[in-house]
């Protein structure tokens, strides 16, 4: 899907913007309609596809009783104020990524992603098993609402910028876009970070007040169109290991629903996760392959050793910071997470790493 087509689809306020906002949540015979906003544009490979497919699920799975409507990025409220609609009643459940309320609470960036953090894998143990939901509910509490892993995009790539990097004095005043805590890190690397929605940093880029920027991976970035500007492709993030996306409900309004419905959510979340790994699994890759023969992008898979360094030291003070934050909430949901990865990558490191060495060291594919 090329960046057009989607974006076509996708309305960003106007007309469709003041018709929809008109709508309220239809109760009739016992059924339901509740409205999900979402900070992804309409059709959005991965993410706006993955919102509007749990929403039918949901649909699906409840025979009607609960109708999710999705409106996209600009189609009720704009895409960075969401969670916001949830908050304040115009929405009954938002579709996007915790770090990007971190101003409201820095621990939510724990729940997206955390620079030399958990994989995906990591956080999924950490969330479901380790007690990471229980951190992420009080958190949500003081907003009345509650949140559930609903997307998983795996390792991102680290970006695209319009010039090769040979080190970290090239970051000096760089205007990168990037979100959550690894935006906290580029900045202690020297760039100039800002964060926009998906649909806004193909124009940034193009008048020049962005001088490089990161999303997700091939599969989004080749729809969003960046290789048309930049052309130097950094395939590992070091920022973002593991991004989950959220849905998030009104918890007063999903405590009011029948048990069943309420597991039909929490179920179809957990199911739509892993859908959504799946779909990048398998799309990233062909995406990639798209890129370089068809657009000749330049593929660096890693960035520099000396901004590597730079950057796990940049995100071991961002960790002491949150270790001792004067805020309990964000110290015990820091404490958690670290304690949980010293324990999960001793797995990662230990079997899975020694796993894909050897398979890149041993296996060669290309005579079959």
Request: aromatic share 10%; net charge negative.
């Amino acid at each position: 899907m090329d960046r057009r087509s989607f974006l076509r689809t996708s309305a960003f306020g106007g007309a469709a913007a003041a018709a929809t906002t008109l709508a309220a949540p239809a109760v009739a015979q016992g059924n339901m309609t509740w409205r999900m906003v979402t900070t992804w544009p309409r059709n959005f490979p991965g993410l706006g596809v993955g919102a509007q497919r749990l929403a039918d699920r949901i649909t699906a799975a409840t025979d009607g009783q609960l109708t999710v409507e999705v409106f996209s990025a600009g189609e009720m409220v704009p895409p960075l104020q969401s969670l916001d609609a949830v908050i304040d009643g115009s929405a009954e459940m938002s579709h996007g990524a915790a770090y990007y309320w971190q101003n409201k609470s820095v621990g939510l960036s724990f729940f997206t992603g955390v620079p030399f953090g958990m994989t995906s894998r990591e956080l999924t143990g950490w969330v479901r098993h380790l007690g990471g939901q229980e951190l992420w509910d009080e958190i949500y509490d003081e907003f009345g609402v509650q949140g559930f892993l609903s997307g998983d995009t795996g390792t991102q790539t680290g970006g695209w910028f319009r010039d090769e990097l040979n080190g970290l004095s090239d970051l000096d005043g760089l205007r990168f876009r990037t979100p959550g805590l690894g935006g906290q890190v580029w900045q202690k690397l020297g760039a100039s970070v800002t964060n926009m929605a998906a649909g806004e940093i193909f124009a940034a880029l193009q008048t020049g007040s962005l001088d490089a920027a990161e999303f997700v991976g091939p599969y989004n970035d080749l729809a969003l169109g960046f290789h048309q500007i930049c052309k130097h492709y950094y395939t590992s993030s070091f920022v973002e290991p593991g991004l989950a996306t959220e849905l998030v409900v009104d918890k007063a309004k999903y405590q009011e629903l029948p048990s069943n419905i309420q597991a039909i959510i929490r179920d179809v979340c957990q199911a739509e996760y892993d859908q959504v790994a799946s779909d990048f699994a398998a799309n990233d890759p062909r995406a990639l392959r798209t890129l370089v023969d068809e657009h000749d992008v330049i593929v660096h898979s890693s960035f520099p050793e000396d901004i590597l360094e730079a950057g796990a030291d940049g995100a071991k003070e961002i960790m002491q910071e949150l270790l001792e934050s004067d805020d309990d909430l964000t110290r015990r949901t820091a404490r958690s997470f670290v304690d949980a990865l010293k324990l999960m990558r001793t797995r990662t490191e230990g079997t899975d790493q020694v796993y894909t060495r050897a398979r890149e060291q041993y296996l060669d594919l290309s005579d079959l």
